[in-house]
């Protein structure tokens, strides 16, 4: 049995000691982690796996170093907790240094509330304050190595996917939860130190813990889900007004096509009344009619038939333009059947969305290249709807920017293309995959077109 009050002793255990290192990487590579994530680095090769571990070593090291000179002192620990990832962030990484320190200091009170969640288990668990040394040794392993699980997933799912494109904008956000965290660190260290062997005291003390881990959980994602439905409103408010934009440049080449056609139908109606004139040697009327046929337009659209639908033809040649302008070489092979002709479940304008936005981002990337080229290929493969687009880019893109973000001004105005798609995607239960190589980028899709 041990004292569950005065357990300093027992860290110099061979067994215990191993445990605590354990964690002591376990913390330090998860800081690193979160800081190499969340910020956004002044050179490359500051986000690696080399630098990952070549600074969660170095750091583990002095928390080790630490924790043997002080014989333990939890003081002289949260000390490096805080002073060494904020150093890490300022140097190598951009950033407000505000913001930085709001989220080592988050971070840190994220791995004090769990740790001493256990501890007070073991005081809720002791019989007047003494506990047996197997069931401590579990907790401790418990609060040392398997809760670095669960601060690994909320670093990663509520800290890092979520809130790292929004740092810019939620300045105000990292000063609520770092008031949050410090007000949890007050009150779990004020229950820790006036605890009392009575079970009453002892469970109110552990559901107040519960609750001081559960409550920085809670904000963010709350906050987390705001965003989300604010990012799909803005998505959906993007993609109608790119509807809008699309149909009516559709409507005028249609209105284009049509005139052209009447034109062509009336032209030896033309050369016969020009004929007559000319005859009558009627230079003024004559002056006057070739005035108004100079309003028709007489260039020819050149509108190669990709598929049988119209529309999407005129989109494609829209995009083969665009990707002329660029020296791109534009290639289409489409073997699909007319949406509205054969009652297919993909509708044309969600098709046109997505095929749309699949080309503005394949010719972007390929315009960085000499002699880039996109290649689009779209097919019935039994149900459903194949679209494979494969584009030429000036490195291995996964590796470079696998959130494929904006490199342009104004984030909140660009790099919807990507949700867009995802979003038609699973509207079709469809599967979205990208492949990379140094020099090209495949992206396939499929959707449920039954």
Not at 16 to 23: C, D, L, S, V
Not at 50 to 79: C, P, Q, R
Not at 359 to 366: K, P, V
Request: some cysteine; proline content about 2%; glycine content about 4%.
């Amino acid at each position: 049995m041990i004292n569950v009050r005065q357990i300093r002793q027992l860290y110099q255990l061979p067994d215990i000691q191993a445990i605590n290192i354990i964690g002591q990487f376990l913390d330090a590579f998860l800081f690193i982690y979160l800081i190499q994530n969340f910020f956004e680095p002044k050179q490359k090769e500051y986000r690696s796996r080399k630098s990952w571990a070549t600074e969660g070593t170095l750091f583990a090291f002095l928390l080790f170093l630490t924790d043997w000179v002080t014989k333990n002192n939890f003081y002289a620990y949260v000390v490096i907790m805080l002073v060494f990832p904020f150093i890490y962030a300022c140097i190598f990484f951009e950033g407000k240094i505000q913001i930085k320190a709001l989220v080592c200091l988050i971070f840190f009170t994220m791995v004090y509330s769990q740790e001493n969640l256990v501890t007070y288990i073991s005081y809720y668990l002791s019989d007047n304050w003494y506990l047996d040394m197997g069931l401590w040794r579990m907790l401790f392993i418990v609060r040392r190595i398997v809760f670095k699980g669960i601060l690994y997933l909320e670093v990663k799912v509520l800290m890092i996917d979520v809130m790292r494109a929004r740092t810019k904008v939620m300045n105000g956000y990292w000063y609520f939860m770092a008031g949050v965290c410090v007000i949890d660190y007050t009150i779990v260290t004020y229950v820790l130190r006036h605890s009392i062997n009575d079970k009453t005291a002892l469970t109110q003390g552990l559901i107040l813990s519960v609750f001081c881990n559960l409550v920085p959980i809670a904000c963010y994602y709350m906050v987390s889900l705001i965003i989300k439905i604010g990012e799909i409103n803005q998505v959906t408010v993007a993609q109608k007004t790119w509807i809008q934009m699309q149909e009516q440049y559709l409507e005028q080449m249609e209105e284009m096509q049509q005139t052209i056609r009447q034109f062509r139908h009336d032209y030896t109606t033309h050369l016969f009344c020009i004929d007559t004139l000319v005859l009558d040697q009627n230079y003024e009327e004559l002056h006057r009619y070739l005035e108004q046929l100079h309003q028709t337009p007489m260039e020819e659209l050149a509108v190669i038939p990709y598929t049988v639908n119209n529309s999407l033809n005129l989109l494609l040649n829209q995009k083969r333009k665009m990707a002329e302008k660029y020296g791109i070489d534009f290639e289409v092979n489409a073997e699909i059947d007319n949406p509205s002709e054969h009652g297919e479940k993909v509708q044309i304008y969600d098709l046109n969305i997505l095929v749309s936005n699949l080309c503005d981002n394949a010719i972007e990337a390929a315009a960085k290249v000499d002699k880039g080229k996109v290649s689009l290929h779209m097919m019935r493969k039994k149900a459903y709807l194949k679209i494979e687009i494969e584009n030429s880019t000036d490195g291995n893109v996964l590796q470079k920017n696998p959130e494929f973000e904006t490199t342009k001004m104004n984030r909140e105005f660009h790099g919807l293309g990507i949700q867009i798609i995802k979003n038609i995607v699973r509207r079709y239960d469809g599967m979205y995959e990208t492949a990379a190589t140094q020099h090209c980028l495949k992206t396939s899709i499929m959707l449920m077109n039954e």
